[in-house]
């Protein structure tokens, strides 16, 4: 992680470099009057001219005279101070930090300024791979009110390095959070940040689940901040990959995903048809034409696809004649079955008007799983333009359909781009 430039926190500071009149306005404006231990101000006035005229080994003893002596907060703060100065000129990270330390532990810093030398302690100790300590100093700078634009990544990488992917998922989320309730836009480099994270999570550890739920979550934020197609692909991927849906769902989810224009490579063609052709023949076969109008999907020679392709094009002229009995039957039904597994039908050959009727029918009668028939309308209302009865039926979803459903209530508000 990359490090502020210690040269803005020297202005923050405004470190003086010569003489002892210098040290005496470093001291920062408190009510009280400092309290400065001659001992310690003689020889860091000293240490400073030292400083000034390019002698460090000359300020590096006089430091060392001053740290013995150290009886009050102020020395504590202007020994860190002029330690800091040092570090700075020798570049020396470990007297950087070691000043940074004595300066914000005196308490005898400013507000702001005390922000700027925690999280200062913070990204330093991260350098030096102390990832307890820059977890330590990031939440108390963020607990002061920090609004450093580095603090959550390196507070997050931290947490990740303690191995507390949950709360530094966590954390990133609820910043987050905070960005949106204040219409601030979020760095896509944080997201794509937790998205790592959580997707890197191993297998067996005991919080996985609510690992795999917190980035669910997270990429939900994502794909509404950012609704390109590769975020689209990825957080769709992620999603399959971390939940192991049924295969029902994964076609639910592979609709998703067309609809979304993040339906990428021949290989996701091939397995969204081989999971629709036997029952949804139209469907398969549209897609696989799609995806080679646009170069996607070879069906030259004797691919897997092209063997799809014409194994079902024979069986669509007699499926969708058949459409016509199945929706009298289904209305006569007794439960609910028969007019989901129709209203699919009709969805496949684009008659949303007649899908959406037969859903509705199907929920009416009960006997199904209403969370699949309340989002198959859904997708239904929307491609057929309704937006808001398509964002009314997602509302209904539960189960573990929801968050496919919450997906595209993203999608509908946040069209994808590029």
């Known amino acids: 992680m990359r490090i502020v430039s210690s040269m803005a926190l020297a202005a923050a500071l405004g470190l003086m470099t010569a003489g002892a009149p210098a040290l005496a306005k470093d001291k920062p404006p408190k009510e009280a009057p400092a309290k400065y231990t001659p001992a310690v101000q ?5 240490a400073q001219k030292a400083l000034a005229a390019g002698d460090t080994a000359t300020a590096q003893a006089k430091i060392d005279e001053a740290k013995p002596a150290i009886a009050t907060d102020d020395d504590k703060y202007v020994t860190g101070s002029v330690l800091y100065q040092l570090g700075q000129k020798t570049n020396d990270q470990a007297k950087m930090s070691e000043g940074i330390d004595l300066m914000a532990d005196s308490g005898k810093a400013k507000p702001d300024l005390q922000q700027q030398l925690l999280v200062m302690q913070g990204k330093l100790a991260y350098q030096a791979k102390d990832y307890r300590k820059a977890e330590t100093k990031l939440q108390a700078a963020q607990q002061a009110g920090s609004t450093d634009k580095d603090l959550i990544p390196v507070l997050v990488a931290s947490m990740a390095n303690n191995g507390e992917t949950l709360q530094a998922l966590n954390t990133l989320s609820a910043a987050i959070d905070k960005n949106i309730a204040a219409n601030q836009p979020t760095p896509a480099e944080w997201f794509q940040q937790g998205v790592t994270l959580g997707y890197s999570a191993k297998a067996g550890q005991p919080d996985l689940a609510a690992i795999h739920a917190a980035t669910t979550e997270l990429t939900k934020k994502w794909v509404a901040a950012y609704p390109t197609k590769s975020n689209w692909h990825d957080a769709l991927r992620i999603y399959l990959e971390q939940n192991h849906p ?8 592979f609709r998703l995903q067309l609809a979304a224009g993040a339906l990428l490579g021949d290989g996701e063609y091939r397995e969204y048809a081989e999971n629709v052709y036997l029952r949804y023949p139209n469907e398969a076969a549209t897609l696989l034409q799609d995806g080679s109008a646009k170069g996607i999907v070879n069906l030259t020679g004797k691919t897997d696809a092209a063997e799809v392709l014409n194994a079902v094009k024979p069986k669509i002229p007699a499926d969708k004649a058949s459409l016509a009995g199945s929706d009298k039957a289904a209305r006569a039904a007794a439960n609910g079955k028969a007019a989901l597994n129709t209203a699919d039908a009709f969805a496949s050959y684009g008659d949303y008007a007649k899908a959406i009727d037969l859903y509705k029918v199907a929920v009416t009668k009960g006997g199904i799983d209403a969370a699949t028939a309340n989002l198959r309308m ?10 808001a009865g398509a964002k009314a039926a997602f509302a209904s979803v539960t189960g573990p359909r ?9 999608h509908l ?3 994808t781009v590029g």
């Open 42 to 46: 003689n020889a860091l006035a000293a």
């Open 246 to 253: 049924d295969t029902d769902t994964q076609i639910d989810l």
């Open 378 to 387: 859904g997708r239904a209302l929307a491609l057929s333009g309704d937006t």
């Open 402 to 410: 929801k968050a496919l459903a919450y997906f595209w209530v993203i």
């Open 413 to 415: 508000d946040h069209p």
